[in-house]
């Protein structure tokens, strides 16, 4: 069965895009721990990380660092974490997370958007793209 990141990758699904490319795409998390938390994911379905072959791993870490770039621009923030789980949804993806403190990458703050809040921040970094 399709991961819920291939529907979303098909359309099938909404979502608050940042960046696509032809083999990645970039979008905002639907339960942010902070404002701007972004998933870059590969549009080949893998689940793992680490079993993406090293070519296609480079790839999606050379796009994260694009959408970073981008993020840390729109999101006033002390830097931007990184982080891999994977744990709830199969399919590899890349947390982009504007930081203000340490609990902003536990996963356990979550942070409140308004659909408008959403739309907008998506478009911000979207323009820097
Ligand atoms: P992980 O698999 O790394 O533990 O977490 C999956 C992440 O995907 C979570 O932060 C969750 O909020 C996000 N997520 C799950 N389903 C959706 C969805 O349908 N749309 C979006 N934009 N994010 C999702």
Redesign the pocket.
Known sequence: MAS?FTK?INGE?P?YKVAEDEKHLA?????PNAKGHT?CIPKQEIDKIFDMDKESYLELMAFSYKVAQALEKVIPCKRIGMSV?????PHT?V?LIPLQEMNDIRFEKKTQLTAEEFKETAEKIASLL
Do not use: A, T, Y
């Open positions: 819920i979303i699904i979502c979008f905002l998390d639907i339960n998933l789980i994977g744990l709830e949804v993806h947390h």
